[in-house]
């Protein structure tokens, strides 16, 4: 079965110190990845997305994540963490196919602390 | 500016009322819709989608059941509501339009629904 896996619960940074979000997926062939970031009571923004090329992928709000092919792993990173980055985050994978149908991990919650 | 909205933004109801949730799409045509719901702040669950006007498919059985009466409207609906379909509703879309990608969901604001 296609899953994705988020093995925190919730990650503890302190304002300043880098921070990642991990993620890894169970998918075959070669997935679409994607970050989103949802705060109280909002719906989910996306922040960036994986299709080919460069491992490194730039998004927004100064967060970067980084494709593993062999690991098959994408972990959300930003070096210099801030405490407004607190929030809930969601890894995705849109496997090969139709309707665009996402495969969510069940979130990680970034707690920056002062 | 806002191009998915969805209301109410809250809503607390009865347990056994109906229920009529509406997510509707700017600017763009014959969009992918989608319905989720997140319990507990966690998890999305995919619970219906859809690729065209009349056209739903089903994630999960359920007491709920969707409908697309027009190209960027999608209504999440229930006759008889239970205490578990609290949650928070999302609707997201994919489609064409000028500063999106077609290969990416983007979301609505939500629905908080209480069953009482």
């Known amino acids: 079965a296609q899953s994705v896996a988020q093995p925190e619960d919730q990650v503890n940074v302190a304002e300043g110190n880098p921070l990642t979000v991990k993620c890894t997926y169970s998918?075959?062939?070669?997935?679409?990845l994607f970050w989103y970031v949802q705060y109280p009571n909002r719906g989910l923004q996306f922040l960036l997305k994986?299709?080919?090329?460069?491992?490194l992928v730039k998004g927004s709000y100064g967060f970067e994540a980084e494709f593993n092919k062999s690991q098959t792993s994408f972990h959300l990173k930003k070096p210099s963490a801030l405490v407004s980055d607190s929030a809930l985050y969601f890894c995705?994978?849109?496997?090969?196919?139709?309707?665009?149908?996402?495969?969510f991990g069940a979130g990680t919650r970034l707690a920056v602390h002062p | 500016s806002q191009t998915i909205h969805q209301w109410p933004a809250t809503l607390v109801q009865p347990v056994g009322s109906p229920l009529s949730l509406e997510c509707t799409v700017e600017?763009?045509?014959?969009?992918?819709l989608y319905w989720y719901r997140q319990a507990a702040g966690r998890g999305l669950q995919l619970l219906f989608y859809?690729?065209?006007?009349?056209?739903i498919s089903s994630e999960v059985p359920q007491n709920l059941s969707a409908s697309r009466p027009q190209d960027r409207q999608f209504i999440l609906s229930s006759k008889k509501l239970l205490l578990s379909d609290s949650g928070f509703y999302l609707c997201?879309?994919?489609?064409?339009?000028?500063?999106?990608?077609?290969?990416?969901?983007?979301f609505g604001p939500g629905t908080r629904l209480t069953v009482l």
């Open positions: 600017g763009t045509s014959n969009p992918n």
């Open positions: 995705a994978v849109l496997p090969s196919g139709g309707y665009n149908k996402l495969i």
């Open positions: 859809s690729v065209g006007i009349g056209q």
């Open positions: 998918v075959s062939g070669n997935p679409y």
């Open positions: 997201a879309w994919v489609g064409g339009l000028a500063g999106y990608s077609t290969d990416t969901q983007y």
């Open positions: 994986y299709i080919t090329g460069d491992n």
